[in-house]
Every structure is written in structure tokens, then in C-alpha cells.
């Protein structure tokens, strides 16, 4: 009985075993319960609850912290509304984001990493862990097309840090001075990247003190790929200013448009002007894994350093992503400290093994295990599989959609990554001409019909407005689970919610 145990009762507590294995048993049970349901289609995707009426509290689950100990029959309660008021992003019908999906593998590790509960910082306490990660990054860097043994990477907490960590060993390989004396011993610095690239370089440069105004911008073309005259253009104007050319960004797999940018024309500029090349293809890097896709990344290769994310397109519960760097050795240069308590020189084993003064955190959670026993299960075949099916959704949606007179696509040609951008288009406004009062009226469909599929929880997809264009629909690929009648449901449920 539950209700009159605490967490005394457990262990370490002497002879705890016994309600320790129930609790957790009970807990296990419970996950493997929500487990199933993820992949139920006669499940909701969300039972969606208002922020208030969470904090309010619904039939017996507080937020609130009290005091005094609650008894362990609550923390079940507690755990088992966690799971029901929250979103099943593993539901084969949950298009929200660029990760979903519920790879029962990847979970089985992610619980064995909680379990274990190490810190990546030396080989001195996750021994093995460190090694996995060796492993992986060299499978990652032939990926790509460099040599194992001879780049250099590291897992970090996200794609946006995997890209500071980008701009960092950039500016330090010019500068190495930044490292002692700071930005004021450097002239001002300029980055360019795409109009579609992602938010975090404007987020990187605020934060390395490169500034916001000093991220150039570069143009695209209508389907969000850089335009690498303009890139030339803005790399010239910036040299006239006085100012520094130092990096560019090129993205493979563009956030919303799924845009790759044309790589090899770019890192053909890079070396002409010897700036830095970085690939952001933390969304893309998957189709590395296909021998049908991967020619889309050809010219990556020649990136200077690249982000990853496995936790996007190859499912890996998140999270998990990657910061490679084609030369050994920059990130151990630009960021150690040499803290004496970890990082003794004198250890009895091969200290280089101890990554964490490679990396701008000093605790570093565990992020590798899930990605290895997964490759483990799968091979690389069986990753090659989920990304090509992935983009035959992209094709089924996109095939659907081009032929309907009720939606409009954002952007012409076949998807090439698993991203599908498109209008509804209510009968209200079927009829209307194109003009300033139907985008007015266009822009609040999307929004309208994402608030009743939030409520009723039968699918879940993103909208956003882009530049000039009012708010579409944005459908990304991404989760194994999802099978063409989940995206004809998709149609046929965006045209009920969307009918009036
Ligand atoms: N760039 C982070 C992921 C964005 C998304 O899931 O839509």
C-alpha cells in the first residue's frame, strides 16, 4: 500500500529493497503503459489544458511543493498526469517539430543513461561512455566525408550550442589572442548567413560579443537556399567597411522551408576569401545516412566544422547533438582550463581521454548512449530506411497537396528534406482574389485551425509567417511511425477543422 510509504521507505534506507523494486516496478509499468498509447491512433496526441487550469491543479495533481513529504501512492499520481496533460510527441499523427517520434530503443538507453547518472566531463567516471562517444564521432566525421582519428567533435546540450561552439574555434583559430585579452583586442568581426538560417547565430554573436548588427544576412532565392552572388556581394561590402570577414554559415536543412544551401559554391567562396565554413546541418546531417539523399550534402565535406543533430532526423530521443570539427585539436586549445580537480595530467591512464576541457560546460550529461545502442540495433541500414522514409511522407504529402485547389503550397518542386509548406484555403476564401484583405483573412486560418486541433488533440503541426507571407502550415517528417493514411488523416482533418 502506496499511500502510507514515503521516500524513506526506500532505499538506501536499511532493508528499502523490496518497496524500492514495487515502486519502480509500478513506475516501469506505468511508462510502458504510456509507451503503447504513444503509438495508439485511437489515443489523442495532447489533452490540452490552458496554463491556468494546470497551475490550478485538475482531480487531485498539484503543481505546488509543499513542506511536509507526500506519500508515494500521490507521486504515482503525480507521475501518471506528468504523462497524460503533456504532449505524446512520439504519436504517429505529432508534426509539431523537427524531433519526433519514440524510438523504443533510444528510450531503453536514455533510461539506462538516467540509471547510471555519470557526468562526461573525464573517462575517469564514464569510462565506457567516453569511449561510445569516440567511437560515434569518428562514425559521424566518415559520414561526412573527413577522416576518422583525425577531426575532432563533441556532443553538446542543442543545435544552437553546437553552433557557438562553431563561431568560438573560428574566431579563436584567427585570434587566438581572444582567448586571454578578450574582444577588445580584435577588429569587428563580421558572420553571414542565410535570410532562412537559423535564429541562433544572430544568438551566438550576442553572445560571444560579435554583436547582432555584425551578423550579415545573405539573400535566397524563392526556395530559402542562399544565393551565393549576393554572399560574395556582402563579403566585398564588408571588407570596403574595414570590417572582418569571418565565417559563414551554410545551413543543410533549413528550419522551416527544409531548404539545403548550395554547399559546394559556398565553401568554393570560403576558400577564396579564407573565411571559416560551418554546415548547421542540425536538421539535415540524417541524409547523410542515405546513399539515395546524401548527394544533397555534397560540398560539406569541406566544411571547417558542422552541426548535427541525431536527436532530429534520426530520432534519437533528445538530447543529442553534435559540434564536429575538422581539425584535432582546436576545441581542446580554445577551451581548456586546466582545472587541476578533474583534469590531473599524472592519471594512470591516457588523459586524453578526459574530453571535458574540450567543451564550454564544465558537468556534461549523457547524451551518447541512446544514439550507440541504436546504431547497434538498426546498422546503418536501418537508419538509411527511417530517412528515406521520411522523405517519401515529404513526396505523399506534397503529391496530395499540388493537386488541390483547397491548399496552396508555399514554395513549388518536390520537397528535398521532409518538410512540406503549404496554405489552407477555406471555402470562405476560395473564391476571393488575391489581395491585401485575403492574406488579412489567410493569416488567421492557420492559427484558428492549430487552436481546434490543439483542443480536440487529434494532430498536431506548426504554422509560423514568413518575411512577406502570412502564416502557413509547416508539416516536417521525422517520426518512423507515421504512415501515409496518418498523413491523409492530416489533409482530411486540417479541411474538417479548417471548414467554416
Ligand atoms: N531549431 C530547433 C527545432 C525547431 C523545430 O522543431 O521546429
Redesign the pocket.
Known amino acids: 500500500d502506496f499511500s502510507t510509504m514515503f521516500s524513506h521507505d526506500l532505499l538506501p534506507q536499511k532493508n528499502g529493497e523490496e518497496n524500492t523494486k514495487h515502486f519502480l516496478s509500478e513506475v516501469v509499468e506505468m511508462l510502458l503503459n504510456y509507451v503503447c498509447a504513444s503509438f495508439d491512433r485511437k489515443n489523442k496526441v495532447l489533452d490540452f489544458h490552458h496554463p491556468h487550469q494546470l497551475k490550478e491543479g485538475i482531480e487531485g495533481f498539484s503543481l505546488d511543493l509543499s513542506d511536509e513529504p507526500e506519500n508515494l501512492d500521490q507521486l504515482l499520481v503525480d507521475c501518471r498526469d506528468t504523462l497524460k496533460y503533456g504532449v505524446k510527441t512520439g504519436h504517429p499523427r505529432f508534426f509539431n517539430?523537427?524531433?519526433t517520434g519514440l524510438d523504443v530503443v533510444g528510450l531503453a538507453g536514455e533510461w539506462l543513461t538516467a540509471t547510471a547518472n555519470t557526468n562526461m566531463f573525464t573517462f575517469e567516471i564514464a569510462p565506457v561512455f567516453i569511449l561510445m562517444e569516440d567511437i560515434l564521432l569518428n562514425k559521424m566525421y566518415e559520414k561526412i566525408g573527413w577522416i576518422a582519428n583525425e577531426a575532432d567533435g563533441i556532443f553538446s546540450p542543442g543545435?544552437t550550442i553546437s553552433n557557438l561552439y562553431s563561431v568560438l574555434i573560428a574566431r579563436y583559430k584567427r585570434f587566438p589572442e581572444v582567448k586571454t585579452k578578450g574582444m577588445a583586442s580584435l577588429p569587428t568581426l563580421v558572420l553571414f548567413t542565410s535570410e532562412h538560417s537559423?535564429y541562433?547565430i544572430k544568438k551566438v554573436a550576442a553572445i560571444l560579443g560579435i554583436g547582432t548588427e555584425n551578423v550579415i544576412l545573405v539573400k535566397c532565392n524563392e526556395r530559402g537556399k542562399m544565393i551565393p552572388s549576393d554572399l560574395m556581394l556582402k563579403i566585398l561590402e564588408a571588407k570596403e567597411k574595414g570590417c572582418i570577414p569571418l565565417y559563414v554559415n551554410a545551413t543543410a536543412g533549413t528550419?522551416v522551408y527544409g531548404a539545403i544551401d548550395p554547399l559546394t559554391e559556398i565553401a568554393d567562396i570560403c576558400e577564396e576569401h579564407q573565411l571559416w565554413m560551418h554546415v548547421d546541418a542540425?536538421?539535415g546531417g540524417g541524409l547523410l545516412m542515405s546513399q539515395k539523399h546524401s548527394e544533397k550534402l555534397t560540398g560539406i565535406e569541406r566544411a571547417k566544422s558542422v552541426t548535427w543533430n541525431p536527436h532530429?532526423m534520426l530520432s534519437v530521443p533528445l538530447q543529442c547533438s553534435a559540434i564536429l570539427v575538422r581539425e584535432k585539436g582546436l576545441l581542446q586549445a580554445c577551451n581548456q582550463m586546466c582545472a587541476g580537480y578533474l583534469f590531473q595530467p599524472d592519471k594512470h591512464y591516457e588523459v586524453s581521454y578526459d574530453t571535458g576541457d574540450k567543451t564550454i560546460q564544465c558537468g556534461r550529461h549523457v547524451d551518447i548512449f541512446k544514439f550507440w545502442l541504436m546504431w547497434k540495433a538498426k546498422g546503418t541500414v536501418g537508419f538509411e530506411e527511417k530517412i528515406n522514409k521520411h522523405l517519401e511522407n515529404a513526396d505523399y504529402l506534397y503529391s496530395i497537396l499540388k493537386d488541390r485547389n483547397d491548399f496552396e503550397l508555399v514554395f513549388e518542386g518536390k520537397p528535398e528534406l521532409s518538410n512540406v509548406c503549404f496554405w489552407y484555403i477555406p471555402p470562405s476564401l476560395k473564391d476571393l482574389p488575391k489581395s491585401q484583405e485575403r492574406n488579412k483573412r489567410l493569416n488567421q486560418v492557420a492559427p484558428k485551425i492549430k487552436a481546434r486541433m490543439m483542443e480536440e488533440g487529434t494532430i498536431m503541426i506548426?504554422y509560423q509567417p514568413y518575411g512577406d507571407l502570412v502564416n502557413f502550415f509547416r508539416c516536417?517528417f521525422s517520426n518512423q511511425a507515421t504512415r501515409r493514411s496518418d498523413i491523409d488523416f492530416l489533409v482530411d482533418e486540417i479541411v474538417r477543422l479548417g471548414s467554416d
Open positions: 517539430q523537427l524531433s543545435g537559423h541562433s528550419t542540425a536538421w532530429k506548426g516536417v
